[in-house]
């Protein structure tokens, strides 16, 4: 005995017609993020990571001894990096904003958030490592008389700061490359 088989055809839903209450047809992408690469708020948050970076490494070449530290070494390699990144992308969200482009290109997006993630791992990274000698030289051994402690914490606050204005367009831009995905 035969039994039929129910055949199921899929069936194509018809294209949107109408605009939602913008005003814009249906179907169209959303805007650009705010904090996102090429816009303001993008361009902002690059300019507050490239004065805090920069803040840091002047505090701390403001003093003479950083260098017999492996950590503060550290700390003024991973903020010149970060120096140089943030400021590489503030020109291109300067570029974006003049030409009125958007940088919803996934490539882009991809290495925008790659060297987020690596330049933010880097400096939360070095942060760490600097604040635990600050307060081992500070707290523990108790001889900033003889070091430059106000320096050594301004540099760690610094660069903290840096790093948690880095935290929101590494996190958006990853937002926009999974959006595209």
């Known amino acids: 005995m035969r039994s039929s088989r129910p055949a199921v055809h899929p069936v194509e839903a018809p294209p949107p017609q109408g605009e939602n209450a913008d005003g ?8 650009d993020t705010q904090g996102g690469p090429g816009t303001p ?3 902002g948050l690059r300019l507050v990571q490239v004065f805090f970076a920069a803040a840091s490494l002047a505090a701390m070449a403001s003093t003479n001894d950083f260098a017999s530290v492996t950590a503060f070494c550290y700390l003024v390699a991973a903020l ?8 590489s992308l503030a020109l291109v969200d300067i570029y974006a ?3 009125k482009r958007s940088l919803r290109n996934l490539r882009a997006a991809c290495i925008f958030s790659i060297g987020d993630l690596i330049t ?3 400096t939360l990274g070095a942060a760490c490592a600097s604040a635990g000698i600050t307060v081992l030289i500070g707290n523990d ?16 606050a610094m660069a903290f700061i840096s790093w948690f204005a880095l935290a929101p367009s590494c996190v958006l831009n990853f937002w926009s490359v999974a959006s595209r995905l």
């Open 24 to 31: 814009a047809p249906l179907g169209v992408r959303m805007k």
């Open 41 to 43: 708020g993008g361009l």
């Open 80 to 87: 010149i990096l970060q120096c140089l990144w943030s400021l």
């Open 97 to 99: 904003l003049l030409v």
């Open 120 to 122: 933010g791992t880097l």
């Open 141 to 156: 051994l108790e001889i900033c008389a003889g070091n430059h402690c106000p320096s050594f914490m301004t540099a760690t």
